[in-house]
């Protein structure tokens, strides 16, 4: 049956972005549904409902988005955090790689506030994070559909932020700089040295400061179709 709720986020998750992004304490009033590509075990949080579901696949989303309005009524925060990437030159990537990415990290977005959205307006209130790059907007070398990706989500961001600012509901998306993920664990300790050196904050960013930035977003609804970076001054 439904649960009595506070504030309910939809943290939209895929393995490659660790779910630390939410720390328990951070996240208080509000209760978390997670929606992850490869279910994560154990999380550390208290952990209201999981299910796996494959983001880039709208069937997928909308059964999601059934089970939880079953459990919670409706989402008044969803997080779109689903990320892949692929290292390697373009004219090396197959087409299946190609359009993988371009799905999971950007058509998610649409799937998910096209079953999520329409309570939101109904309601005039709600939020819309999509967890972005900074290649969104600089691009990088041998990530180009990731980049491509990235930008597209971007400009989602901004354009579905003016047609919903009417309605009340706020659009945003957080622009990572290199964040201390699984992700970006693959690099060896001189790719690790080098990285930090292109970094004026002289370190990594944590999951726990993207939370931050999320949970600060959720309390300035007059914020609206913003590119936030959270990269350490890059």
């Given at each position: 049956g439904m649960v009595s709720r506070g504030e309910v986020a939809l943290i939209v998750a895929e393995k490659g972005r660790q779910l630390g992004l939410v720390s328990p304490d951070l996240f208080a009033p509000i209760i978390l549904v997670v929606i992850a590509t490869?279910?994560?075990?154990?999380?550390?949080?208290?952990?209201?409902?999981?299910?796996?579901?494959?983001?880039?696949?709208?069937?997928?989303?909308?059964?999601?988005?059934?089970?939880?309005?079953?459990?919670?009524?409706?989402?008044?925060?969803?997080?779109n955090n689903a990320g892949i990437s692929r290292i390697g030159l373009l004219c090396d990537m197959s087409e299946e790689e190609w359009n993988r990415i371009l799905s999971v990290n950007l058509s998610s977005c649409f799937y998910t506030a096209k079953v999520f959205v329409p309570d939101m307006v109904r309601r005039r209130?709600?939020?819309?994070?999509?967890?972005?790059?900074?290649?969104?907007?600089?691009?990088?070398?041998?990530?180009?559909?990731?980049?491509?990706?990235?930008?597209?989500m971007e400009a989602f961001t901004r354009a579905l932020a003016k047609e919903l600012a009417p309605s009340n509901v706020a659009v945003n998306a957080i622009a990572c700089g290199v964040i201390d993920t699984d992700m970006?664990?693959?690099?060896?300790?001189?790719?690790?040295k080098a990285l930090i050196e292109?970094?004026?904050?002289?370190r990594f960013g944590t999951p726990g400061e993207v939370g931050s930035c999320v949970v600060s977003l959720l309390s300035m609804p007059y914020v609206t179709g913003q590119i936030i970076g959270v990269d350490g001054g890059i």
């Open positions: 490869t279910l994560i075990t154990p999380i550390a949080l208290k952990l209201v409902f999981a299910m796996a579901a494959d983001v880039s696949d709208f069937a997928s989303v909308k059964e999601f988005h059934r089970r939880t309005a079953e459990r919670f009524g409706t989402a008044d925060v969803v997080v209130s709600g939020h819309l994070i999509q967890i972005s790059s900074m290649w969104g907007s600089r691009g990088a070398s041998c990530e180009v559909a990731y980049s491509a990706a990235k930008g597209g970006n664990a693959q690099f060896s300790d001189e790719e690790r292109e970094i004026p904050a002289d």
